[in-house]
Structure formats: C-alpha cells, structure tokens
C-alpha cells in the first residue's frame, strides 16, 4: 500500500512556483515567522475571529453553568431550593431508563452517522465531477432541499410516506413509530450536512493522482481503498463528527417518527423540563453533553491518527 502512495506521489504532477522557490513553505523558517506582513495577517485574522468566538464561548459557558446550578438544587412545587444538593445525580446514575435512553441515542446517533457518510461520499464525488453545470446545480438543489423544508414538516412528510395508505408502506410498513423509521428520517435530515465536509476534502486531492494511480497499474478497488480513502479521511471524519452531534441531539424527528416508543435523551430532557423537574433535566443535559463531547474527541483524535498513518511519504522516501 506504502509502495503505490508513493509512486503516486512521486507520478503526480508537483506544484511549482513560478520564481523558483520551494513548493511548500518552511513552517520553521525563522524569517518566515518575524515576516511583518505574515504578522498583520494573523493580527487581522484574530480580530475578526475574535467577536465571534467570544460570542459562542459567553453562551456555551454560561448555558452550561446555568445546567450545572440546576443539577445541584433540589424542586418543589416549580421552585428551586437548596444551594448544593447531590440528589438528583445520585438518583440519574443509577437510573436504569436514563441508561437504556442513553444507549438508545448513542445507537441511534451512531447508526445514522456511519449510513449517512456512506450515502454522501458517492454523493460528494459525483457532484465534484459533473461538468454541466445545469445538472449539477440541479443535483445540489436536490441534495440540500432538506434544510430547506422545516424539521417538523419534513417528519409529518415521512409519516405521510410511512403510515398504511402512504406510498412506502409496502416495502416498509412496519418502520413508522419504530427505530428504522426515526433513523431513516435523520439520514435524510443529515446528508447535507455530511456532504458539505466531503465536498472540501475531495475537492482538496491534488491533482492528477488517481491518475497516476491508474497509469500505475492500480484497479479501481485498489484506487478507492489506498489512494481516494486515504487522502480524504479527515473530510470523512469530520462528516461522521459533525453528522452524530447533530443527531445525538436531535428532538423533532425522533419525537414525531418515534410515537413515543423510541425514547432519546434529548426527548427525556424536554419531558422533564414540561414536568418541572428542571434538576433532572439539567443532569441530563449535562450528560448528553459530555457524552457528545467525549465521542466527538474520540473521533478527532482516530482522525489524527489515520492521518498520520496514510499520509503520503515524500517523493524519494523508502517504501517501508
């Protein structure tokens, strides 16, 4: 596999600059780093990050240190009491309900996640390669009309589609009011989302390597697994942490297509919040939360490892 990455790389046509430098700057140049207007660069670019980076952060810290008061007060009659009072955590960790709804969200949201970049990186790949430009605007208009139509229009649309007289109650009759139902709805929700990241990773590849691949000798099999995979791996990392994030925390859908038998915290959540248990909520939340964050730094970090693994070596390296 080393080997053809780097014949590959060593047949794919190497950018050039036109006064003759290095094809890629050195990030470690010294000269590179005191340059004046590289600096001014970074100084512009920091102010206008900056607002609204401050922004996300104030909301993000305070909504949570709001859901961390909460957790540690006791209610009563719609009011909160006690300072500090570990009861509710207490009762939330060794609930056996918030557990199955937790896994039940974590199946969901993995499920959907894995089909939904399976889905849109053919998807991606076709729409990068389509020259007409009528028929590709037409596939993007397409592709992203669901985030068009409202979340909970586009649920009653499926249980229209779902129910005994709608047009997929034949081949899947048994789906509405059912997981394969909820998670069939959210890929449909979710494959925008999904095709927006591989779209920049397969649009990132450099020029001319498949190519070189083929004149290599490479089947398309073999070009898909240890040329096109490899080098669009973080794009497809980042679909699949962007896709369950959104999913995890999904209410809509899975309210509407799961009729109550498909039970997901975030659903828990806001039936807790409607009967006032605002303690209860908030601890889950709180949990939802740093269950989402820790899946998502998990994914992050398999993505820097597979970079790392199939990154291309260098024109010239050993095959290893």
């Given amino acids: 596999m080393n080997g053809l990455r780097a014949s590959v790389r060593a047949e794919a046509p190497e950018p050039v600059r036109s006064d003759g430098g290095p094809s890629v700057p050195d ?16 100084l512009l670019a920091a102010a206008l990050v900056a607002p609204g980076a401050l922004y996300l952060l104030l909301v993000f810290c305070s909504i949570v240190l709001l859901l961390l008061s909460y957790s540690f007060r006791t209610e009563r009659t719609s009011r909160l009491f006690a300072p500090f009072d570990t009861g509710t955590w207490n009762r939330l960790l060794h609930d056996a309900y918030t557990a199955d709804v937790l896994w039940t969200t974590l199946r969901v949201g993995a499920t959907v996640a894995v089909l939904t970049v399976l889905i849109a990186y053919p998807v991606a790949w076709c729409l990068l390669r389509i020259r007409r430009w009528w028929l590709s605007g037409l596939l993007m208009f397409v592709v992203f009309s669901p985030i068009l139509i409202s979340v909970v229009v586009r649920s009653y649309g499926w249980i229209l589609l779902l129910a005994p007289d709608g047009l997929l109650h034949g081949p899947l009759g048994s789906w509405l009011y059912h997981e394969p139902g909820v998670v069939l709805a959210l890929v449909h929700v979710e494959l925008p989302f999904a095709i927006v990241p591989l779209l920049g990773s397969i649009r990132s590849l450099p020029d001319g390597v498949l190519e070189a691949a083929a004149d290599l000798g490479a089947s398309p099999w073999r070009r898909l697994r240890s040329v096109l995979l490899p080098l669009t791996m973080p794009g497809v990392i980042a679909s699949l942490q962007l896709v369950f994030a959104l999913t995890v925390s999904a209410f809509a859908t899975p309210s509407l297509l799961g009729g109550g038998r498909v039970a997901v915290l975030a659903q828990s959540v806001y039936q807790n919040i409607q009967q006032l248990q605002w303690p209860l909520a908030a601890a889950q939340a709180l949990v939802l939360l740093g269950v989402a964050l820790t899946v998502l730094a998990t994914f992050n970090r398999l993505g820097r490892l597979a970079d790392v693994r199939h990154r291309l070596p260098a024109a010239g390296q050993g095959e290893g």
């Fill in 27 to 42: 990030r470690n140049d010294p000269k590179r780093r005191k340059d004046p207007k590289r600096r001014r660069g970074y």
